[in-house]
């Protein structure tokens, strides 16, 4: 965080605040996110304010991927809307792009590569029934390609905090940070690549699951 730009430093602070004061988080494992090097946090998705969340909570900064409508609205939103995003440090995706998969994976990797923390949604999208769905297999690829750790993060109440398509309000949440989970091991077990990937990707979604305790619905 500190050789982050003063504006963002400035703007985390001030969100943690709120934060502090308006959803009384609850927090553990802050100790199994490494200091410095390539990470990756893989995290159960409740919420819109995930993204938001993690990064405030988390000892370094955390880059996500925001869809780049964030970067092109109109008017005073719209250019807060940039504002924001971009002094957050996220990196915008071209949903309708054919290949913004890949795309998202590549700006990622980037990130690792160059020694960042990368927040990830294994799940790929939002829970609507409050259910852990199956993980796709593209947090095992960043983790095996870029030779990163993945420290399973569990959100609990972020729904309740901002409910789909409902105003927010404020409700207390938490954040687990688990046991970083290494994938050099999936390398030693000397498996093929796409049996290393769901492997990984298993392990990573049961951590999730043993500390948010959702119903898991792999279906």
Partial sequence: MHNRPVTYRFLKLILSILVLVLLR?????????????????ASNHLSF??????PIMAPRHVAFLA?????????????LSRW?????????????DPRAGQRSLEDALAVLQRGGAFGI????????????????????WLA???K????????????????IGKMPRFARVELHFGVPIDPSRQIAAGTKPAQ???????QVMQSIQAMSGQERADS
């Fill in 121 to 140: 949604y294994p799940e790929g999208t939002r829970s609507r029934d409050g259910k852990l769905h199956k993980g796709h297999t593209g947090v095992a």
């Fill in 67 to 79: 869809k780049a409508e964030y970067w092109t609205g109109k008017g005073i939103k719209g250019r």
């Fill in 148 to 163: 990163a750790p993945v420290v399973p993060v569990a959100l609990l109440g972020t729904d309740k905090v901002k409910p």
């Fill in 196 to 202: 290393a990937r769901r492997e990984l990707t298993e």
């Fill in 25 to 41: 988080p609850r927090v553990t494992g802050l100790q199994n996110i490494p200091k410095r090097g390539a990470v990756i946090l």
């Fill in 144 to 146: 095996l390609t870029g």
């Fill in 84 to 96: 924001f995003f971009t002094k957050m440090g996220d990196i915008p995706v071209q949903r309708d």
């Fill in 49 to 54: 304010i995930d993204s938001l969340l993690i």
